[in-house]
């Protein structure tokens, strides 16, 4: 590396001060790097990110220490030559160390970058204070191959990602991780993502903790994850808020085992279906009842889809137009069943002064799913509901109460069902904001509610 000496003894002492929290991955400590590869865009031995990754003989002990600047590049590594590598900005501010999507090539080719960096069967990978943007498909994504297991725990710590097409911040059959202290806004599914958890005897849980999600179709999605603790963070201004759902087009059905606790979810009624939206969702949907659409339903913050074995505590649930938290099954999937979930002890509606037009909703399938402790519980029935709010919504510890399959109460016509069927079926699907019950919000923590009155008339 040729540099001055005085420039030698600052990069060594900058190595060792970013190294540190990158061995607390949540994957056991590591030595102290060893190996730092500088990017800078002029007057470095690597003027590119790739250029470093190429560089790396091995991963443990390693870093790739990006100076401030804006890379229009995209990054791949595969393989566990790279296990145990970080990325990290050296600034310590992810503003100042931008992966740019607009123009962005992959690997120095003349293809274009689907992703910020992209890594395949990599463990204990490092990604820390870098800002991804404006990707054709995700910021941050790690993952192992299809069928395999060779993502060992992860860390994004102090990342932002915005406007990258799919997901900010995205992790795919991978053991374990954890994202912290970061930021998504402006995607077309989801700011962060666990997907395709593999079942585990001795799970080992991914962390989703001091975040913030906002201005996205969802703030959370997490198709067929498991061992995921979600915790003090701000999901808000979003289509939906936390969304863990079953779907059969991905392995490792269904999503389970799981924990939303002590965050604060509000103000999700993003309809970013209106023509000014400057969100557009990258989702053609979740299938099709006759010639209609089934989508996502906006102003809610917590949707458990098909999840079997959730426990959602000691939340702050306010100001969603819809219901604050709903859970149901998939009528046209039998392992997507609304079971064992638990609502316990959140504070729903901000003490009556930012209500949600019902606190919780669920279809009646399934069963033992319960409700306790919770500072308000106005819980919807319908008018023609089959089965009473005791059957619907029981007291914790859980009965075994439920349809016992994934038919809810009534049908797409009536009851439970009914009303959820023409909610996530409206035509056009801006209007399900004609369903909300809205109003203003008190001040919360400096924060602006989102405004759809500016995006557009449902037309």
């Not at 799970?203 to 201005?215: F, G, N």
Request: charged share 15%; glycine share 14%; with cysteine.
């Amino acid at each position: 590396m040729r540099l001055r000496m005085g420039m030698i003894a600052a990069a060594v002492a900058a190595s060792v001060a970013v190294v540190a929290p990158a061995a607390m991955a949540g994957s056991g400590a590591h030595a102290k790097a060893q190996n730092t590869f500088i990017v800078c865009k002029h007057g470095c031995k690597y003027g590119s990110v790739h250029a470093a990754v190429n560089a790396v003989n091995k991963g443990k002990n390693s870093v790739i220490k990006i100076r401030p600047g804006t890379y229009k590049e995209g990054v791949t590594l595969v393989g566990h030559r790279y296990d145990d590598l970080s990325f990290v900005g050296s600034s310590g501010n992810p503003r100042n160390t931008i992966l740019e999507g607009n123009g962005a090539k992959l690997n120095g080719t003349n293809e274009v970058a689907q992703n910020g960096i992209d890594a395949t069967n990599v463990d204990h990978l490092t990604i820390q204070n870098l800002w991804a943007r404006n990707f054709q498909t995700n910021g941050f994504f790690v993952h192992s191959d299809t069928g395999t297991t060779n993502c060992d725990g992860f860390l994004m710590k102090n990342d932002l990602a915005s406007h990258n097409r799919s997901y900010g911040l995205f992790a795919k059959r991978c053991i374990g991780g954890r994202i912290t202290h970061s930021k998504g806004w402006g995607h077309g599914d989801s700011a962060i993502y666990i997907g395709e958890t593999p079942p585990q005897a001795d799970p080992k849980w991914t962390q989703i903790d001091h975040d913030r999600a906002y201005q996205n179709v969802l703030g959370y999605s997490g198709t067929n994850s498991k061992y995921v603790d979600i915790h003090d963070s701000k999901f808000f201004n979003n289509g939906a808020g936390i969304v863990p759902n079953t779907l059969d087009s991905e392995a490792f059905q269904p999503n389970a085992n799981g924990k939303i606790r002590d965050n604060e979810i509000f103000w999700n009624n993003f309809n970013y279906f209106l023509p000014n939206s400057p969100v557009e969702t990258v989702s053609g949907g979740l299938g099709q009842i006759g010639n209609l659409t089934i989508n996502y339903p906006t102003g809610v913050g917590v949707i458990l889809f098909g999840s079997d074995g959730w426990v959602v505590r000691d939340n702050q649930i306010f100001g969603n137009f819809f219901w604050g938290a709903g859970s149901f099954s998939d009528p046209f999937n039998a392992s997507a069943l609304n079971q064992k979930n638990r609502f316990i002890d959140n504070q729903m509606g901000r003490n009556g002064t930012d209500t949600n037009r019902f606190d919780f909703y669920n279809d009646g399938s399934g069963k033992g799913n319960c409700y306790s402790g919770n500072t308000s519980s106005s819980f919807d029935v319908t008018g023609d509901a089959s089965h009473s709010q005791g059957f619907l919504y029981p007291n914790c510890p859980a009965p075994n109460i439920g349809t016992g399959t994934n038919a809810g109460d009534g049908g797409l016509g009536s009851g439970q069902v009914g009303e959820l069927a023409g909610y996530v079926l409206s035509t056009p699907p801006c209007s399900q904001e004609d369903s909300w019950v809205q109003h203003s919000h008190p001040a919360f923590e400096g924060l602006t509610p989102i405004d759809t009155r500016n995006l557009g008339a449902c037309s």
